[in-house]
């Protein structure tokens, strides 16, 4: 065979093929056939855009803080005979801990008070010294000097039965230091020391917590400052949640705003602020670190879509939006912010009551038409007219022309 002949022949195949490419593409169901009036509606799901209240929110990762925390030591030295707690369980106010030997302690309580025995029978005895050289009967027979003498140790006497009376004092506040009660209502940590060791005043006997109620220590960025003060001047503290670090879930609510720091760290560019729990069920516990969420403000009317409906694109987010005749357009939309784990509120692009894909997105184009259903419901089976309509359509398709 000639080249010329072997030229004509790649072009008549050439020609061929091209011609029967563009019939299949224009043929009734080829893939450029989507727009067409037969084409088959793309099943998705849609819900409205609906208009409510929705809550600001600013979040932090927070600290638990105990309201009180204590550590018991003894105020006087001596042998440690018991310690009248459990670790770990709650312990009231004005409750035994632990006692201490008391015997050196009860000996010069004592010993204080038998000198003010002796005292008292000294000042007795001057007061009636006194008073008998003061009787006219025996104010003559009296020197002046001796009479003031008898002044001058009633005087002395009444100061040192004064003083004894001071000494029982401290005595009786030592004695009563040998037996150790707590401070505060709160939970007993682990013991520092077990019976039967001499303690001193720097021997660690436990450490209570108070946990109800608790603390919450947070920090936010300074650019919040000014919209966190305006809100907490309102009659109402702001209200705080804690989530857990790991999933996000609230593990305490119904906390509140206490105090804003009066300072900003200059180091870090955040303020500090203080939240209290009443933490009834010991939810929190001194040390744990959960994330803090602050209810700053609740607009009023936001629209609200679910967050799985905004699409992302070289221009930005969007949405598709079903219009009137079943075909979707995609819509620019500007989020505001989040509402919840599910939900976002949008700023500007759409209107109450607008229809919005929320699945099946990947099916579709804009101008597509869609069949828009309810959340969870599923696309009717079709009907036996449906089937071979379909059926006669393949057929009509496979057909050359």
Same mark, same amino acid.
């Given at each position: $065979?000639?080249?010329?002949?072997?030229?004509?022949?790649?072009?008549?195949?050439?020609?061929?093929?091209?011609?029967?490419?563009?019939?299949?593409?224009?043929?009734?169901?080829?893939?450029?056939?989507?727009? @067409?009036?037969?084409?088959?509606?793309?099943?998705?799901?849609?819900?409205?855009?609906?208009?409510? !209240?929705?809550?600001?929110?600013?979040?932090?990762?927070?600290?638990? *803080?105990?309201?009180?925390?204590?550590?018991?030591?003894?105020?006087?030295?001596?042998?440690?005979?018991?310690?009248?707690?459990?670790?770990?369980?709650?312990?009231? /106010?004005?409750?035994?801990?632990?006692?201490?030997?008391?015997? +050196?302690?009860?000996?010069?309580?004592?010993?204080?008070?038998?000198?003010?025995?002796?005292?008292?029978?000294?000042?007795?005895?001057?007061?009636?010294?006194?008073? &008998?050289?003061?009787?006219?009967?025996?104010?003559?027979?009296?020197?002046? $000097?001796?009479?003031?003498?008898?002044? !001058?140790?009633?005087?002395?006497?009444?100061?040192? =039965?004064?003083?004894?009376?001071?000494?029982?004092?401290?005595?009786?506040?030592?004695?009563?230091?040998?037996?150790?009660?707590?401070?505060?209502? @709160?939970?007993?940590?682990?013991?520092?020391?077990?019976?039967?060791?001499?303690?001193?005043?720097?021997?660690?006997?436990?450490?209570?917590?108070?946990?109800?109620?608790?603390?919450?220590?947070?920090?936010? #960025?300074?650019?919040?400052?000014?919209?966190?003060?305006?809100?907490?001047?309102?009659?109402?503290?702001?209200?705080?949640?804690?989530?857990?670090?790991?999933?996000?879930?609230?593990?305490?609510?119904?906390?509140?705003?206490?105090?804003?720091? !009066?300072?900003?760290?200059?180091?870090? @560019?955040?303020? &500090?602020?203080?939240?209290?729990?009443?933490?009834?069920?010991?939810?929190?516990?001194?040390?744990?670190?959960?994330?803090? &969420?602050?209810?700053?403000? +609740? =607009?009023?009317?936001?629209?609200?879509?679910?967050?799985?409906?905004?699409?992302? @694109?070289?221009?930005?987010?969007?949405?598709?939006?079903?219009?009137?005749?079943?075909?979707?357009? $995609?819509?620019?939309?500007?989020?505001?912010?989040?509402?919840?784990?599910?939900?976002? $509120?949008?700023?500007?692009?759409?209107?109450?009551?607008?229809?919005?894909?929320?699945?099946?997105?990947? &099916?579709?184009? #804009?101008?597509?038409?869609? !069949?828009?259903? /309810?959340?969870?419901?599923?696309?009717?089976?079709?009907?036996?007219? *449906?089937?071979?309509?379909?059926?006669?359509?393949?057929?009509?398709?496979?057909?050359?022309?």
């Amino acid at each position: $065979m000639s080249r010329f002949w072997k030229i004509t022949l790649i072009v008549v195949v050439v020609i061929v093929l091209a011609v029967v490419g563009m019939r299949l593409l224009h043929k009734p169901g080829g893939p450029a056939s989507g727009k @067409g009036k037969d084409a088959t509606p793309v099943p998705v799901t849609v819900v409205p855009v609906v208009k409510q !209240n929705v809550p600001v929110y600013l979040t932090a990762l927070g600290t638990v *803080q105990a309201l009180n925390t204590v550590t018991v030591n003894p105020q006087v030295g001596g042998k440690l005979l018991s310690l009248d707690f459990i670790e770990g369980k709650p312990v009231k /106010k004005g409750e035994v801990l632990a006692q201490i030997d008391p015997r +050196t302690y009860q000996a010069s309580y004592d010993q204080a008070l038998a000198k003010r025995s002796q005292d008292q029978a000294l000042l007795a005895t001057a007061q009636s010294n006194y008073q &008998r050289s003061q009787n006219p009967k025996y104010s003559q027979y009296v020197a002046k $000097m001796d009479l003031v003498t008898q002044q !001058n140790t009633v005087t002395q006497y009444q100061a040192a =039965v004064a003083a004894d009376n001071a000494a029982i004092r401290d005595a009786k506040v030592q004695l009563d230091y040998t037996t150790i009660r707590s401070p505060i209502d @709160g939970l007993a940590g682990i013991r520092g020391v077990d019976p039967g060791n001499v303690v001193t005043t720097g021997t660690a006997i436990v450490t209570l917590t108070q946990l109800h109620p608790i603390y919450v220590m947070f920090s936010l #960025p300074e650019q919040n400052l000014d919209m966190v003060r305006r809100a907490a001047q309102g009659a109402t503290p702001l209200q705080v949640t804690a989530l857990d670090r790991v999933d996000a879930h609230p593990i305490a609510s119904g906390g509140v705003l206490k105090v804003i720091d !009066n300072q900003i760290d200059v180091t870090t @560019g955040t303020f &500090r602020l203080k939240s209290q729990f009443d933490n009834a069920q010991s939810q929190l516990w001194p040390g744990q670190f959960v994330n803090v &969420r602050l209810l700053v403000n +609740t =607009v009023d009317g936001g629209l609200v879509i679910p967050a799985q409906a905004v699409q992302r @694109g070289p221009d930005g987010d969007y949405v598709y939006q079903v219009q009137g005749d079943n075909t979707v357009k $995609m819509q620019p939309v500007v989020v505001a912010g989040e509402v919840g784990d599910s939900h976002v $509120m949008i700023g500007s692009g759409l209107k109450v009551g607008d229809q919005v894909v929320t699945e099946g997105q990947f &099916r579709l184009k #804009p101008g597509s038409k869609v !069949n828009p259903l /309810k959340p969870g419901e599923v696309p009717a089976a079709p009907t036996a007219a *449906q089937l071979e309509k379909a059926k006669q359509k393949a057929k009509g398709g496979g057909r050359r022309h």
